[in-house]
C-alpha cells in the first residue's frame, strides 16, 4: 500500500491583482512534495514567495493555476491537517502560558478540566512547566516562541507549517529552540515545511532543503538532499565537514538569486 504524500504542489502558480489592476505573479509552476514524515526546508531572496508557498499548503491561499493536494485529497479550503507557527508572536497577551496553550484545545470543544492538565504537560515537554502563571510580557522571545510551539503541537496537527519562526530570536536562542524543535518533531515525525532565510538553520534541521529564485514569477530551482545523519545536535552539526559542503554548494546557486533580489529591491526603492 502506498503512503500518500503530507503535500503536495504540482505546477502551481500564485498571482495578485495590484491597485493599477496590473496582474502580478508572485510564484509560477511551483512543484513541492513533502512525505509523512519528512522535514523540507524553503529558502530564498526576501520576497520570493516562501511564504506564499506555505499559505497555499495551509489553504489561505488559492492558487490561479495548478493544483494542491494534502494527503493525496485536492485542498478546498483550509487545511485542517495542518498547524501553522507564524514569525510574530500570535499569543492572546491578556492570557496566561497555560492558557495560551489550552485555547488550542478549547475552540475545539475540549472540556477546560480536560485542556488545563493537557496544556500543562505541552508546557512542561517545552521546557516552562514552571511558568504557566505567566502572561507573555514577563516571558523572554524564546520562551514565548516555546508557548506558541506548544499551542501549535497541543492540537496534534499531520503537518506543521512554519514560518520564519524563529527569525526574531538571537543566534543562541535560535540554536536552543532548532534543538528543541528537533527533539519535539523526533518524537512522532509529523511532515514539517519550514521556511527560513537562513540557509546553515535549513542544512541543520532538514532532510530537504528547496531552493526558489528571485521573484517576480519565482520558481523552484534547487532540491537537495541532507544526509546528515540523525539524531542531530545544530551545535555540533555545524562543524561537520559534510555540512559545510553541502552549504558551499547551494550558496553557489542561492547567492545568484539573493543578489538578483537585492539588486531588484533597490532599483524599486530609486524608482520611487
Known sequence: MTTPTAVALEDAKVAFRLADERIYTAVEKAHLTVAQGEFVAIVGPTGCGKSTLLNVAAGLLKPAAGSVKIFDRPLAGLNRDAGYLFQADALFPWKTALDNVAIGLEI??????????????????????????????????????????????????????????????DAQTRQVMGNLLLDLWSADRKAVLFVTHDLEEAIALADRVVIMSAGPSSRIIGDWRVTLPRPRDIFEVRLDREFHALHREIWSVLKDEVMKGYAQSTQAAEAV
Open 108 to 169: 475545539k470543544g475540549t472540556p477546560r478540566t480536560e485542556a488545563l492538565p493537557r496544556a500543562q504537560k505541552w508546557l512542561t515537554s517545552v521546557g516552562l512547566g514552571a511558568f504557566a502563571g505567566r502572561y507573555p510580557h514577563m516571558l523572554s522571545g524564546g520562551q514565548r516562541k516555546r508557548v506558541a510551539l506548544a499551542q501549535v503541537l497541543i492540537r496534534d496537527p499531520k503537518i506543521l507549517l512554519m514560518d520564519e519562526p524563529f527569525g526574531p530570536l
